[in-house]
């Protein structure tokens, strides 16, 4: 029954995290409000500024995270192939430089919290009271 | 603890220095053949030989690396190492990028130094394979306007307004192209504007190159070429040089004596200081599923390289990591038709003389048409790309080549090298078959 249980609270953990809500977030100084498609802009390389003009610090996962995976579907609606496309061109033609690549999670909430400008992202639930959340999706 | 914090600020300091510099690379291996042995496909008009009907791979194979070097927020600094095939045929690697970079803004930035110039949509990145669904630009287009590099400055605006985003970018600058015969194409200016604006799924993009260019040959030096006078309906009439007697005129009058506008045309046919101007229209729409992109260009050259327009669509899907496309674009020369302007008194002398001798008159007299370049062609393309592992693609394209028309001193069009016949008077197809392996990293 223990056992039972136990799988139970395992599968209901994984279910929520498949399913979890993707929260952008930003240093806790930084009053900005955001849009989707200002988050977009800045992954897509279009904008490297918050809306109030400050520049950017993005911070992002590598391209076979899942986390990666569900941000890039659900938000920028590409696969994250297209985006390394994308961000190939941008980097190679001198246009941009891509964001940082975080390990985990808690390497992206160590960088956003000490660095003022950082915009990165992670699971609804691993958001802690040090970083701002913009945005919810 | 003190200790340890301190040791972790000096880790930090230095993770974060070594973090502004940094170095990526691209890269292709690809192999390539055609259905010929006798037509051989190149990339680019400035590799000295291609590929025939035996697997080759070195036609699109390139390796790109970028040494980056952010010294500020405001200041950066990129040089980008290219090998390829080129005009020597070798792969010694050239600078392709070069710049030091300034931004005062997050939007707005100045480059100097060596950069592409971006006449077509996908110039800048035309080497990085991985960055486009194709094995390569389309050839028709691509191939209209070998321009590689510009040394100038550059500077470049983005904005949004609502949810159109827009980019602005200007420069000006000049470059000198080798080619395999040992001569090569000087851009004494090259000045440019390109205006992008995106919206959803939309891009559009406009672009338009203001240049002047003379083609040298090995000594650097301009030769004049003989041109050939049309004074018959029916295409006979003489061989005429500026600085040499001409053989309707009396003993010691050169050509260019009693041909008002020869030096004209000379420089006209010639290359010399002679324009191009590209103007590129480019649309694209890709919402992640369903992706289109076309692009005109129109080649104002004014010589005996002949103005042309050029145009592709391309059009494609995603089905998880495998994308299909298929293709259509045509290149062709239109040529201008240049006539010579005679002193009346000999105008009127060579009349007679063709009257006289029952040929059929002609109004005026043309330069030759076979001075100019005529080149007439389209393609058909169909491939796949499979990205198969992050920062890795395989493709697998077919180009059926259609050469329709090839005069003059026209060869046998963009992209192919024949031993024999032209291939329009052969009414006979191409087909080009690659296979690549593109990456990043």
Redesign the interface.
Known sequence: MKKLLLLAALSIAVFKSAWADIVVIVNSSNDVVMAK?DVR?IYMG????FPN?K??KAMNY???NALRHQFDKGLL??????I???W??L?????G?PP?IAANPQDMINFVKSEPNAIGYINESDVSPEVRVVIKF | MKYISACLLALCSSVSLA?DF?V?G?GTLSAVKTNNADVEFIQNNRLPDGASDDWEFDNDTVL?L?G?Y?IN?EWST?L?LLSRRNENNNFDPQID?A?I?YSP???LSF?LGR??S?VFLSS??R??N???IWVRPPIDIYSQATINNIDGIDV?Y?G?IG?F?Y?IQAYLGGYTLDFPSGGDIKFHHMAGLVGTL?YDAWTFRLAYMDADHSSRNAEGIIPDPNLFMVVTADGLGYTVNPDESCLFADEGVTCGDVITNLRDNMDYVKRSHRPFDLANAAVVYD??KYFAQGEFMYRHSASVLSNAIGAYMTLGM?IG?FSPYVSYSFGKTLKETKYFELTPEYKAAVDAGVEASGLLQTDRFQVSEYSFTSNKQNTITAGVRY?FA??M?LKLQVDKFRPLEHDGRGNNGSGLLVDGPLLSTQNRNVYVTTVSFDF?F
Request: avoid cysteine.
């Open positions: 498609s802009r279009k904008s490297g500024q003009g520049p950017t590598e391209s076979n609606n590409r696969d994250p192939a297209q390394q496309a994308l190939a061109k980097v190679f033609t001198g246009q430089i940082t | 973090s940094k990526s691209f790109g970028q980056q952010k927020d990129v980008q990028w710049y970079k803004k997050p939007n480059r950069f592409i971006p800048d990145n080497n990085v991985f960055s486009n470049t983005r949004y949810d985003d980019k995106s919402d992640g995603r990591e990205d992050p920062n693609a990043i």
